[in-house]
């Protein structure tokens, strides 16, 4: 177990795949003389949740302003939700019911977590159902129902966050105990069908995009606003 968990981070180049998905190049993944094929799945996963990470910080702006009366418009909401639905319920989701959740319940292990993790992306989605719907331009005019999507944004980032933070951390690090090597290549390169398939070439870089220019429109793409402005001793 120990040299498949080490073989991972040597194979990902890196001391955490997590914090560096973000800077490797994208053609990386085309390069068929690297090693690092067999990892590709849970690193997929991995910078997929990085995106949704993103999509919470946008959702968290929009509530900010929201609630301070500031300027924001319907569309950050909506805009935000239909990148949630066809990337991250329709895509990411779906690779996770598809081909992770079903090896553990075949192997008996983390069941009880993935019967809530199942049950989260279940209520994910009526929760995106009720933010496309308030965040439409007709209802968002009353305030009764930009106080309901508040409270569905809301809800939505207080469940995702701890829910992607247990996949990164428990799930997906248990999938090198129960999956071989060769089988954990053949979960990167369905992924890598999947996504073309649906987002096309480069598909993932399309999607960071989307988001990036959410995060423009809001002034928080600036990584440095984020830094707090504490004088230096
Ligand atoms: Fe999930
Ligand atoms: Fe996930």
């Given amino acids: 177990m120990e040299s498949s968990r080490r073989h991972f981070f040597v194979a990902a180049g890196v001391g955490c795949a997590a914090g560096l998905t973000?800077?490797?190049?994208?053609?990386?993944?085309?390069?068929?003389?690297?090693?690092?094929?067999?990892?590709?799945?849970?690193?997929?996963?991995?910078?997929e949740h990085g995106v949704l990470n993103r999509v919470l910080l946008v959702y968290e702006e929009g509530l900010r302003r929201l609630h301070a009366k500031e300027e924001?418009?319907?569309?950050?909401?909506?805009?935000?939700a239909e990148l949630v639905r066809k990337f991250v319920e329709?895509?990411?989701?779906?690779?996770?019911e598809t081909f992770i959740f079903p090896e553990f319940e075949k192997h008996r292990k983390h069941v009880d977590l993935v019967q809530v993790l199942r049950q989260q992306h279940e209520a994910g989605r009526r929760v995106t159902d009720l933010v496309l719907r308030l965040s439409a331009a007709d209802a968002f005019r009353k305030e009764g129902n930009r106080k309901q999507l508040a409270a569905a944004c809301s809800a939505f980032i207080r469940m995702y966050r701890p829910h992607e933070a247990r996949e990164d951390t428990v799930l997906f690090p248990a999938l090198h105990k129960i999956l071989p090597t060769k089988r954990l290549e053949e979960l990167g390169e369905q992924f890598e069908k999947e996504e073309d398939r649906l987002f096309g070439e480069e598909g993932f870089e399309k999607i960071v995009d989307q988001v990036a220019a959410l995060e423009k429109q809001l002034g928080i793409y600036d990584l440095a606003t984020f830094t707090p402005k504490i004088p230096s001793r």
């Fill in 72 to 80: 924001v418009g319907p569309e950050v909401f909506h805009k935000t």
């Fill in 22 to 47: 973000a800077l490797a190049p994208s053609d990386d993944k085309k390069d068929k003389d690297k090693p690092e094929e067999e990892v590709s799945a849970l690193e997929d996963l991995m910078r």
């Fill in 90 to 96: 329709e895509y990411h989701e779906k690779l996770e």
